[in-house]
């Protein structure tokens, strides 16, 4: 994998020497399977474990997705690294299988979930990496720390979220289409589509970029949120699979 992908993969996960409890495992490192609880490894011993797991991440994705581009690969290995395999059998499998892009924008976005809940945190990182899928260059440069994550966090176009974003009502799939009305939706998922539209206008010019890029997020989040929580077609990421069970299935 292309150097910034990993670098982002790596600040997606934070460094923690002294492993701790992490919803399906303890983990240190940078994020990767502790050999037991309260285990301490150097920097060192960090980046060997993260290169063995990224690369049997690496692999799987190899084995469906060969002849996707390298960003869409990359996004698939974070996904895989974070939240294990099962993706491979579900309906982004599917979607990865069959070439269809815009359906694995839309299947890739409802990996949010841990220990039964949408954690914003993973929200933030399935957004940052929604933007690699489909492009074949890797980012401009890795996010550092905290300020860096949020800038990789930062939202894609509204015209990507509205072509990837789909809610189920009454068991049917619509686009939501923030365009095609003048007045603000007063259903939320659509309200908080077209505020990506036209943020500008829901936030004043003198709160600035970052404040509006705040606005922005915080929207999105609420909208995943709500998609989750009325779709009964969305696929729940896997909480409860160990990376040391998804590597034997796939050895």
């Known amino acids: 994998m292309q150097h910034n992908y990993l670098e982002a993969i790596k600040s997606f996960e934070g460094f923690t020497p002294k492993a701790q409890w992490d919803y399906a495992q303890f983990?240190?490192?940078y994020g990767t399977k502790a050999l037991y609880a309260g285990e301490a490894i150097t920097p060192d011993e960090a980046e060997r474990r993260f290169a063995a797991e990224i690369a049997a991440a690496r692999t799987i994705v190899e084995k469906h997705a060969a002849g996707w581009d390298e960003g869409t690969k990359a996004a698939l290995t974070s996904l895989t690294?974070?939240?294990?395999?099962r993706w491979v059998t579900s309906g982004l499998g599917e979607a990865v299988r069959s070439q269809d892009v815009e359906a694995v924008k839309e299947k890739f976005l409802q990996y949010t979930k841990a220990g039964g809940e949408v954690l914003p945190g993973l929200v933030r990182r399935r957004l940052a990496?929604?933007?690699w899928i489909g492009n074949g260059a890797a980012p401009a440069g890795a996010p550092a720390g905290a300020a860096g994550l949020a800038a990789a966090a930062t939202p894609p176009s509204a015209a990507n979220m509205t072509a990837a974003i789909t809610t189920q009502s009454l068991g049917a799939t619509r686009l939501l289409d923030v365009g095609s009305t003048g007045s603000r939706p007063a259903d939320p998922a659509e309200r908080a589509l077209a505020f990506l539209a036209d943020g500008d206008a829901a936030a004043p010019a003198s709160?600035?970029?970052d404040a509006q890029a705040a606005q922005s997020l915080s929207m999105l989040v609420a909208l995943m949120f709500d998609?989750?929580?009325r779709s009964a077609l969305a696929e729940p990421m896997n909480s409860a699979e160990t990376r040391a069970e998804?590597?034997?299935r796939t050895a």
Do not use: C, T
């Open 246 to 248: 998804h590597n034997e």
């Open 81 to 85: 690294f974070n939240a294990g395999s």
């Open 227 to 229: 998609l989750q929580m």
């Open 207 to 209: 709160e600035g970029a």
């Open 27 to 29: 983990s240190n490192g």
């Open 129 to 131: 990496e929604f933007d």
